[in-house]
């Protein structure tokens, strides 16, 4: 069984990065959610463990039914931040197989994951982990930005909104959803200066230029961990 050390909330400047104080305070409460998404009593979840990883969300081992699963609870405030996130690793999973994690279920407080266990980092596993990488890649989808099938309407970067969207052209694409939106959030916040913001939107319109050839859009993955 697994010590149920208390829990502490990362602490942020940014509210929204603080999560849910329920699930702070009652563990009872995580017990009981990991049973309902498994279909499992209660007694089963015998150990809840706080873990390190993950940036703005509080991530968790848990002994439940005989085994060690990963569970995931998102910032307070963000309903739609684990939908998002599953429907983009069951996106990748149709090209990784097994070296993505199966998200055995999930509720928007809570998701829960098969629990991957530490491996040496040799040469074989780097080649192997490149391989499904250039399969992944090499899977096309119809344009630049399209979500993955049953994604919200708006995805997540940390705790941000990432647009999605249907670009026939990949620097198009760029500068629109993934720099326009983040250097407003920059400038707004004091991160970039006047100057520093008229030097990207030049360089965001000039995009193009430094592309490189053109490439068909495919499904490529977030953080590899």
Excluded: N
């Excluded at 060690?68 to 996130?85: I, N, R, S, V, W």
């Excluded at 993955?148 to 940390?158: D, H």
């Excluded at 670009?167 to 407003?184: C, K, V």
Aim: glycine fraction near 10%; aromatic fraction near 8%; include cysteine.
């Amino acid at each position: 069984m697994l010590h149920q050390a208390p829990l502490i909330a990362h602490t942020s400047e940014v509210s929204v990065q603080v999560p849910s104080s329920d699930f702070e305070s009652d563990y009872q409460l995580i017990r009981e959610s990991v049973a309902d998404i498994l279909g499992i009593s209660a007694d089963d979840v015998e150990g809840v463990r706080r873990i390190s990883g993950g940036d703005v969300c509080i991530s968790l081992r848990v002994y439940a039914g005989g085994r060690y699963l990963f569970a995931k609870l998102p910032p307070t405030g963000d309903d739609q931040m684990l939908d998002a996130e599953v429907a983009g690793l069951r996106w990748i999973a149709e090209g990784l197989g097994e070296a993505v994690p199966e998200v055995l279920g999930h509720t928007q407080r809570l998701m829960i994951m098969e629990w991957v266990k530490p491996g040496e980092a040799t040469r074989d596993a780097a080649v192997e982990a490149g391989k499904r990488i250039a399969t992944l890649h090499s899977m096309e989808v119809d344009a630049f930005g399209v979500a993955p099938p049953g994604a919200p309407e708006v995805g997540r970067i940390g705790p941000l909104p990432l647009e999605y969207g249907s670009y026939s052209d990949w620097s198009q694409f760029y500068a629109q959803e993934r720099m326009f939106p983040y250097m407003e959030i920059a400038k707004e916040r004091g991160a970039l200066t006047w100057e520093e913001f008229d030097t990207l939107t030049t360089l965001a319109a000039r995009l193009y230029r430094y592309a490189g050839p053109e490439v068909t859009p495919v499904r490529t993955h977030g953080d590899l961990w």
